[in-house]
């Protein structure tokens, strides 16, 4: 019996997803200039052949992963600028990333890739529009932590401050996860918070 279009798009998209996980692997293992296009085909499983039929080049490849991270930084500025109290959205995004560490290292390898694509000497337009993303990050996660000091959710201080040190928090556990593996041992939500959140609200 012949496939489907639906059964055509399905094989598609496993295919994709199977490279997608092993380029981010070898990506952040081994940086871009090091990571083939044989290693990536042999870890997602399939032939070169396949692989090329579904990126022209390794570049295509780290682009379309970098454009998913824009993305991604895209939908947590909007999630930061909703009505939603402060101190939720600040909790809600933590346990994410710490849900995720917990289980995996795929997300500490897409932040490994996301770091190693602000290096790059020529930028693509992608990584332009990860950078424009990972600003208007930063500047939202002040607005919101702003927002939380005058609803007396957040400690007082330097609101610029105190968005780098939770983002770099963040980033620095990513590396952290890379580099220890199974002996890593994920923070509380309240450690990774603490700093914040004033007394009497964790």
């Known amino acids: 019996m012949p496939r ?4 055509y798009e399905a094989m598609r998209t496993a295919t994709r997803n199977k490279i997608h996980s092993a380029a981010i692997k070898l990506f952040a293992k081994k940086g871009f200039a090091a990571a083939s296009v044989k290693d990536i085909a042999e ?3 399939i032939s070169i052949g396949l692989m090329y039929r579904h990126y022209k080049t390794k570049g295509d490849l780290f682009n379309e992963l970098i454009s998913y991270a824009a993305e991604g930084l895209e939908a947590i500025v909007t999630r930061f600028q909703s009505d939603e109290s402060p101190i939720e959205l600040i909790r809600q995004f933590t346990l994410e990333i710490l849900d995720d560490l917990n ?3 795929e997300i500490a390898e897409f932040y490994m890739l996301m770091n190693q694509s602000l290096s790059m000497e020529e930028p693509s337009f992608q990584i332009q529009d990860l950078n424009k993303q990972s600003d208007a990050m930063l500047n939202q996660t002040i607005r919101l932590i702003e927002k939380g000091q005058k609803y007396n959710q957040f ?7 105190m968005a780098f040190y939770f983002l770099a928090s963040i980033q620095g556990l990513m590396m952290i996860k890379l580099t220890m593996g199974e002996r890593f041992e994920t923070p509380s939500l309240k450690i990774v918070t603490g700093f914040l959140i004033r007394d009497g609200h964790d």
């Open 4 to 7: 489907t279009q639906e059964q």
């Open 43 to 45: 870890n997602a499983g």
């Open 103 to 105: 289980n995996d290292d």
């Open 155 to 161: 400690k007082q201080g330097n609101a610029s401050e």
